[in-house]
């Protein structure tokens, strides 16, 4: 391979040719000529035939490449698998050429604006390899030719700069000169200067690109003669002289004007060049207007006119001198009786086409009849219109007649509405009266006012100003969303959100609503399918407000193609991440993640992680990035993939540490740790830790997850048993020896993996709260496991159920066969030990698959605490009933007054500890289902009996009718005074209770 000095990109990739038995290590070295990154590669049983990059770069040592022009990088292979142990790798050959200094015939040109310059560039001594060099020009100027070689017979070559017309100021631009590696080597300066004429009134600003301006100065309106028509000008009139030979390109720039109105550019002079008895106000036809930058000024109105030497626009005949006085109007809109007075010289004519308009098309209070397209080119001003209307256009002062309706596009100027305008933005002064329907937006930039109108069922009016008397209906209200309204308006039968600004003396009449927390989208107007249809057009202008109540379950639905518009500000405040698919990650602009911060950063699915690029590295905040919860960080190193760890160093936290080589990292002692999930073969399976990836950049380290278990049960003299992992993530404890035929079956604790200190907690098994086994590895890797059903799919065919895992053990069936509402679903909680199993007369099948067996059938009652699932191959599971989402549980207990601990334990009954007494919170098999319409938040209820009720809504997937998408689940727990030797008082009020 051939690489020049300082090159940073070059490089070679390398991967096995089989799966590996054990980690392969490869550790790469060159001379100290070449750096090589990284330096050791790890192969694992899962990445074994993934390219992995090494980047090779030699550093610029100012000599001719001559004795070290030829580099090997060597490669040395060990592994426990004989196949890959000391594998010999062919060397890499790396052929080294020097870029030399690039010099300019000149370090500073000085080149007009919209003239060119040339300059000679060479270097500074014979290349050993052709040498390409690229030049990089900042906005204004251009090279040409942009990329040019050098050779040993070519060491001087000429470019071209052009200063394009697009200033009106001197300016300084740099050009780059770059190798082909991408490294700046030299950087040129050009001055621009500025050969157009340029007078500064203040407010306003004039420029000449081929004319010389004398005697500009700013006119009194007061001071010429009145017009007789209704017209207003926003700022003074402006007097000059042009000195020209013929035509000249005048350039007119407005500072206190950052709105385009209905402007018109009104002149006041001989509308026939030198015959003053022609003198007249007019409109000049030819002036063109936009908004422009100017110097540090943003978003202000400039105004192109072309004058011509003794033509309509210069007062004197052709004497090489144009002479003007005028200035931006607007006709008067309060009123839309008169016709249009038409810019002088313009016949009064419209392109239409097969019932479209196109172009502008002022008609001076035409009658539309029939029904009429406004095209996207088409502006209509001043009509009135019979029939409907599809507006694609623009429409300005015009009347809606009784009957008509108006769908789409812009309005602007006074829109009098006496039918229905629907799904329409409306940028003028007034719109008034008459329905309003769909998606109404103000996006008025000159204060207009949406007043005195009736909202159809539905409607979400969004932006500008509310006046007047609005009304909704009763029954499905519409939405005011970012709106200000104007003192003296009344409401009634309307929805208020959030963002609304409400002035003094608003009246609110009957059926007014105002949002109150949470918010939901539905405050702002957007229901489910609103979200579902978002176009990139509507994402990017959604109120941050209304982007900030969306739901992961909301994100997920949104189409992928509508997050190509996404920015940092909407990335800082979404806070449903765990629903982005990669789909939709795939389209996020890289700019948009320097937006996320601490507290949604780690809600990112570990699926789009897994597609993080370094690009995405790079403009992630580090402030942001290092305030992140512990587990959080681990997540996000565990979930990239990146085979130069190198990459993730920059963001790594105060206090870990990371090994660049392996991969491992160590967090502080008491951090809580994310690990390499399985990606569930079922959906109704929890993430679950990948017990054969370690806890490492990647999934990697010198140690996997199960390894370091072994390890652990080694300390317990455990080895008798054989620890492994199935594809649904279930961890299988199969005896061996003595122990042969034993069987148990966990799923590790993916949300509570801590570092700890092993000098203070000993390595090895040990049994934690709630009975649960605890674990802590050589490496202080913390977590417990948690009781499982050794097969979730056999669990489903054999019970004829569907079968949900919760995280915390809790297992869900919903069977088909159960008739009984309360015995559709069963929570329950599964013995790890699977046992061999015959069942005999004391046990009797109650439900597919499950058994329960007493010495008293007859005596079966609903608070039965154990039963046990038979397996087709004769092994069997005993399971007890629990609750539904233990942590729910937990979290809502703990809000009653008094109850200081609660703990979930193994068997899925819990203990409390309620005003310094001991209680054991005893599930049944019993649950009761019910169908409901919405989703309501999780509660406990005491019952009159001592028991209690716990309720929790879950996502309905069997309805049949639209409105019962819900189920409410709930339990009636029996309580149970525990034995009084469970806590001591190990400090004046404090107990220590043995749960």
């Known amino acids: 391979m051939v690489i020049n000095e300082n090159d940073t990109d070059s490089g070679y990739n390398i991967m096995l040719t089989s799966q590996p038995m054990s980690y392969v290590t490869i550790t790469i070295n060159t001379s100290e000529n070449t ?20 980047t090779v770069s030699a550093y610029d040592d100012h000599l001719n490449e001559t004795e070290h022009q030829h580099e090997s990088i060597h490669h040395q292979v060990s592994s426990d698998d004989p196949n890959y142990h000391n594998l010999p790798i062919n060397d890499v050959t790396v052929k080294i050429i020097d870029i030399k200094s690039v010099l300019f015939s000149t370090n500073n040109i000085k080149i007009n604006k919209g003239e060119t310059g040339n300059i000679t560039v060479s270097v500074s001594s014979t290349p050993n390899q052709p040498i390409t060099i690229s030049f990089i020009a900042e906005a204004g100027i251009s090279v040409f030719p942009e990329t040019i070689t050098f050779t040993d017979s070519n060491l001087s070559q000429t470019i071209a700069i052009t200063a394009i017309e697009d200033v009106i100021t001197n300016e300084i631009h740099t050009i780059r000169v770059v190798s082909d590696d991408s490294n700046t080597i030299e950087t040129l300066t050009v001055n621009v200067t500025d050969n157009n004429s340029t007078v500064d009134l203040g407010s306003i600003i004039l420029v000449c690109q081929d004319c010389s301006i004398k005697n500009a100065a700013l006119v009194d309106i007061a001071s010429l003669p009145q017009s007789t028509d209704s017209y207003s000008f926003p700022e003074s009139l402006v007097t000059f002289e ?13 500072k206190n004007i950052t709105n385009l109105d209905n402007f018109v550019y009104r002149k006041y002079g001989p509308t026939t060049p030198g015959e003053s008895n022609t003198t007249a106000w007019y409109n000049l036809s030819n002036a063109t207007f936009g908004l422009t930058d100017i110097n540090d000024l943003v978003g202000i109105v400039k105004v192109s006119l072309i004058l011509t030497d003794g033509q309509l626009g210069d007062d004197t005949g052709v004497d090489g001198i144009i002479i003007d006085d005028g200035g931006i109007a607007v006709p008067d809109s309060s ?15 419209c392109n239409v086409h097969s019932n479209t308009v196109n172009g502008i098309c002022d008609v001076g209070q035409h009658i539309f009849p029939e029904d009429i397209n406004i095209g996207e080119d088409g502006s209509v001003a001043y009509a009135i219109f019979k029939d409907d209307v599809n507006n694609q256009g623009l429409i300005a002062n015009s009347i809606i007649d009784t009957g008509a309706t108006l769908v789409g596009g812009y309005l602007s100027g006074t829109i009098l509405n006496k039918g229905i305008i629907e799904d329409t933005t409306f940028i003028g002064t007034e719109l008034s009266g008459g329905i309003l329907s769909g998606y109404i937006v103000n996006a008025s930039q000159i204060g207009g006012v949406i007043q005195d109108v009736e909202l159809a069922s539905g409607t979400v009016v969004r932006g500008g100003k509310i006046a007047g008397t609005i009304t909704g209906n009763p029954i499905d209200k519409p939405v005011l969303t970012d709106v200000t309204i104007m003192s003296g308006t009344v409401l009634s039968n309307v929805h208020l959100s959030p963002t609304v600004r409400l002035s003094k003396n608003v009246i609110f009449g009957q059926g007014v609503t105002i949002a109150t ?58 806070t449903g991440f765990e629903g982005l698919t990669t789909e939709q990650f795939a389209q996020i602009p890289i700019m948009a993640f320097s937006g996320l911060t601490s507290e949604n950063m780690g809600d990112l699915p570990v699926e789009v992680l897994q597609e993080l690029t370094p690009e995405h590295l790079e403009i992630i905040a580090e402030p942001e990035f290092e305030a992140m919860l512990s587990e959080n960080v681990a997540k996000f190193f565990v979930n990239t993939n990146f085979a130069n760890i190198s990459l993730i160093n920059r963001l790594v936290p105060k206090g870990w540490t990371l090994d660049l080589n392996s991969g491992k990292f160590v967090a502080p002692f008491g951090s809580k740790l994310t690990a390499r999930y399985l990606l569930p073969k079922l959906v109704k399976m929890p993430y679950i830790v990948n017990m054969r990836r370690s806890i490492g950049v990647g999934g990697y380290g010198k140690y996997s997850l199960l390894q370091s278990t072994v390890k652990a049960l080694a300390e317990e003299d455990l080895t008798d048993f054989v620890l492994s992992q199935d594809e649904n993530g279930i961890l299988n404890v199969e005896g061996t020896g003595p122990q042969k035929g034993k069987l148990y079956v966990f799923i590790p604790d993916a949300d509570n993996i801590i570092q700890v200190d092993t000098d203070e907690i000993p390595i ?26 050794k097969d979730p799919l056999i669990l489903s065919e054999v019970t004829d159920s569907e079968v949900r895992v919760g995280k915390r053990g809790d297992v869900m069936m919903k069977s088909s066969n159960r008739t009984r509402s309360t015995e559709v679903y069963e929570i329950v909680m599964f013995d790890p030990f699977v046992e061999d199993f015959a069942p005999d007369n004391l046990c009797i099948e109650i439900f597919p698959g499950e058994l329960e067996c007493d010495g008293n059938l007859r005596r079966r009652s609903s608070r039965a605490k154990t039963r046990k699932i038979e397996y087709s191959d004769g092994t069997a599971q005993t399971i007890r009933p629990t609750v539904l989402s233990p942590d729910v549980f937990i979290e809502e207990a703990l809000k009653f007054e008094g109850v200081e601990q609660v703990v979930y334990k193994a068997d899925g009954t819990f203990a409390i500890l309620y005003q310094g007494n001991p209680y054991f919170v005893v599930p049944n098999f019993t649950v009761q289902n019910e169908r409901i319409s919405e989703a309501v938040e999780p509660s406990i209820v005491p019952n009159g009996d001592g028991s209690i009720k716990y309720s929790i809504a879950i996502e309905s997937e069997t309805n049949t009718r639209s409105t019962e998408v819900y189920e409410m689940l709930s339990f009636d727990p029996f309580l149970e005074a525990a034995p009084d030797d469970l806590c001591i008082e190990i400090m004046p009020g404090e107990l220590e209770c043995d749960f």
């Open 242 to 254: 042009l000195e020209t030979s013929g035509t000249a390109h005048l350039d007119i720039y407005y």
């Open 335 to 349: 009123t839309i009786t008169g016709p249009l007075e038409l810019p002088y010289g313009l016949p009064l004519s």
């Open 35 to 54: 750096t090589l990154n990284p330096t050791t590669l790890i192969f694992t049983d899962e990445n074994w035939n993934v390219l992995q990059n090494v």
């Open 764 to 789: 090895g098994l040990s049994v934690g709260p709630g009975g649960f086994y605890t674990i802590t590895t050589p490496e202080g890797q913390q977590y417990k496991v948690i009781p499982a059903t």
């Open 517 to 574: 927390e949470p918010y939901t989208p539905a405050d702002f107007g957007l229901s489910d399918a609103d979200i579902a249809s978002l176009t990139a057009e509507k994402f990017s202008t959604l109120e941050l407000e209304a982007l900030a109540t969306f739901t992961s379950r909301h994100i997920k639905t949104i189409p992928a193609g509508s997050f190509t518009v996404m920015t940092a500000r909407q990335m800082s405040i979404i």
